[in-house]
């Protein structure tokens, strides 16, 4: 792995996470996909969702799985952010090989926001998966978060199908998107 602490401003810091750090990726999952996603969908949706797929203990068993590898943002000492990552995770619309690793999961505490964070987060994904000589890093991101897709657009991602996401009881439809490591 290319980092433990990487210094990429002078007051943010990524690091990979350890097993140490499951309750804390937990808890900042938890609170970043409730902001993100709270106001756009139904509180019925959302508490299902909440708990019963996103679960603290489904959460922090996670960091624990092989092929997983989680990402944490710090401003100072506060977490600001984490990305999760799965290795050789292939989608479901294929891309014609194996080579290839997820962003799972990459968000910002809604406190940093707009402070580049999600930027450094992703630009640390793209070395790793460089580092691990992957052909392609891909993501799903849903249909309606466009500001998110102008993001991974700006970042070199396009899209190249489509998947079901359950919100709860509501079917939502995410975009899958994709780049070439190297590019």
């Avoid at 940093?112 to 000589?133: F, N, T």
């Avoid at 849903?142 to 700006?154: L, P």
């Avoid at 998947?163 to 490591?181: A, K, S």
Wanted: hydrophobic fraction near 40%; charged fraction near 25%; aromatic fraction near 10%.
């Amino acid at each position: 792995m290319r980092l433990k602490n990487l210094q990429v401003t002078d007051n943010i810091t990524i690091r990979e996470a350890t097993p140490s750090d499951a309750e804390l990726i937990a808890d900042l999952s938890r609170e970043t996909f409730y902001n993100a996603f709270a106001v756009h969908n139904t509180k019925a949706n959302i508490d299902k969702f909440m708990n019963e797929v996103f679960t603290r203990e489904r959460l922090m068993a996670e960091v624990h799985l092989p092929n997983n590898i989680f990402l944490i943002a710090y401003e100072g000492t506060d977490p600001a952010g984490y990305a999760r990552m799965r290795d050789k995770n292939i989608p479901e619309t294929s891309l014609g090989t194996d080579n290839i690793v997820e962003i799972a999961r990459i968000y910002t505490a809604s406190s940093e926001i707009g402070r580049g964070i999600g930027s450094l987060l992703l630009d640390e994904c793209v070395c790793i998966a460089k580092q691990k000589q992957r052909q392609f890093i891909w993501l799903g991101v849903w249909e309606n978060n466009d500001k998110a897709i102008r993001f991974y657009e700006r970042h070199g991602f396009k899209k190249f199908g489509e998947h079901i996401f359950m919100l709860g009881d509501d079917v939502q439809t995410d975009w899958l998107m994709v780049r070439e490591v190297g590019a």
